[in-house]
């Protein structure tokens, strides 16, 4: 969380020099302004869900491989085909290509094509160990997926939980139909349940605490905290807890409230329960 107070800076910074957002103050647009920076949250809610997927992806793809490797199981008929390099069990760096083909309909229901590509330095749960993500024609669903992902394992925190490290760098999110959003973290993400069951990430839970930035479609800058840390579900796949605070430009208080299931624009609060 180093780069906090410098990221701050910059971004207020940025932020001062547009002049184009709506002008919330003014009865007459305050409905154009929300429905401005309600597009602004979509995009981010759109973007962190899919680089927080890639995460999963490449955890089950690890945890696998070793598996694999281990002669615990083979790989599935209907899941990507996964290709390890060096194919033993103690060499290391190692790089893993998880090859999605032309489409592979997943079982949390998104059809991923492409490739992710993995180099680790030791097995997931190696305390210590980093795996460093990258993607060639990839796809989530109709959205092309880039940039450069490291997970760290930090090993267990006090309950016993083990914690990964998360960053993200020079992320980007696009489509065909005008999509063109970056993302930046650098995040932690606590394992809490699951864990006893490695080779099923379905019933895995996790919280994400850290800060996220980037730039929406237009060119609007946003930068986010979370305030209590998400608690990620993924099967059914659901956010069931958590507070995300944003920063969009200039202007500040805008919260997406997975705990009582409540969005905040411009000081009015809605429920879509």
């Given at each position: 969380?180093?780069?906090?107070?410098?990221?701050?800076?910059?971004?207020?910074?940025?932020?001062c020099?547009?002049?184009?957002?709506?002008?919330?103050?003014?009865?007459?647009?305050?409905?154009?302004?929300?429905?401005?920076?309600?597009?602004?949250?979509?995009?981010?809610?759109?973007?962190?869900?899919?680089?927080?997927?890639?995460?999963?992806?490449?955890?089950?793809?690890?945890?696998?491989?070793?598996?694999?490797?281990?002669?615990?199981?083979?790989?599935?008929?209907?899941?990507?085909e996964?290709?390890?390099?060096?194919?033993?069990?103690?060499?290391?760096?190692?790089?893993?290509?998880?090859?999605?083909?032309?489409?592979?309909?997943?079982?949390?229901?998104?059809?991923?094509?492409?490739?992710?590509?993995?180099?680790?330095?030791?097995?997931?749960?190696?305390?210590?160990s980093?795996?460093?993500?990258?993607?060639?024609?990839?796809?989530?669903?109709i959205?092309?997926?880039?940039?450069?992902?490291?997970?760290?394992?930090?090993?267990?925190?006090?309950?016993?939980d083990v914690?990964?490290?998360?960053?993200?760098?020079?992320g980007?999110?696009?489509?065909?139909?005008?999509?063109?959003?970056?993302?930046?973290?650098?995040?932690?993400?606590?394992?809490i349940?699951?864990?006893?069951?490695?080779?099923?990430?379905?019933?895995?839970?996790?919280?994400?605490?850290?800060?996220?930035?980037?730039?929406?479609?237009?060119?609007?800058?946003?930068?986010?905290?979370?305030?209590?840390p998400?608690?990620?579900?993924?099967k059914?796949?659901?956010?069931?807890?958590?507070?995300?605070?944003?920063?969009?430009?200039?202007?500040?208080?805008?919260?997406?409230?997975?705990?009582?299931?409540?969005?905040?624009?411009?000081?009015?609060?809605?429920?879509?329960?």
């Amino acid at each position: 969380m180093r780069k906090i107070s410098a990221l701050i800076f910059i971004f207020l910074i940025t932020s001062c020099q547009r002049n184009d957002l709506p002008d919330e103050n003014s009865d007459s647009s305050k409905d154009r302004a929300i429905l401005f920076y309600t597009e602004k949250l979509n995009e981010y809610v759109l973007v962190n869900g899919i680089f927080q997927d890639v995460v999963n992806n490449v955890g089950d793809a690890i945890l696998k491989a070793e598996s694999e490797l281990k002669g615990e199981q083979i790989g599935s008929e209907n899941g990507p085909e996964l290709i390890i390099e060096p194919f033993d069990l103690e060499t290391f760096p190692k790089t893993i290509t998880v090859d999605f083909g032309r489409g592979t309909l997943c079982e949390d229901g998104i059809v991923r094509r492409g490739i992710i590509t993995i180099i680790s330095s030791g097995w997931f749960g190696q305390l210590g160990s980093f795996h460093t993500t990258t993607f060639n024609n990839f796809y989530h669903d109709i959205f092309k997926v880039q940039g450069t992902q490291v997970v760290e394992n930090w090993g267990e925190n006090e309950d016993g939980d083990v914690v990964f490290g998360v960053t993200v760098e020079n992320g980007n999110v696009t489509s065909n139909n005008g999509i063109n959003i970056t993302f930046d973290e650098e995040s932690n993400r606590t394992w809490i349940a699951g864990s006893e069951t490695a080779s099923n990430i379905w019933d895995d839970e996790y919280l994400l605490e850290g800060i996220q930035w980037g730039i929406t479609s237009d060119g609007t800058r946003y930068l986010v905290a979370f305030e209590p840390p998400l608690h990620y579900v993924l099967k059914p796949r659901t956010t069931k807890s958590g507070v995300v605070d944003l920063a969009i430009d200039e202007i500040t208080g805008f919260k997406i409230n997975y705990t009582n299931q409540t969005i905040t624009v411009l000081g009015e609060t809605t429920s879509w329960n």
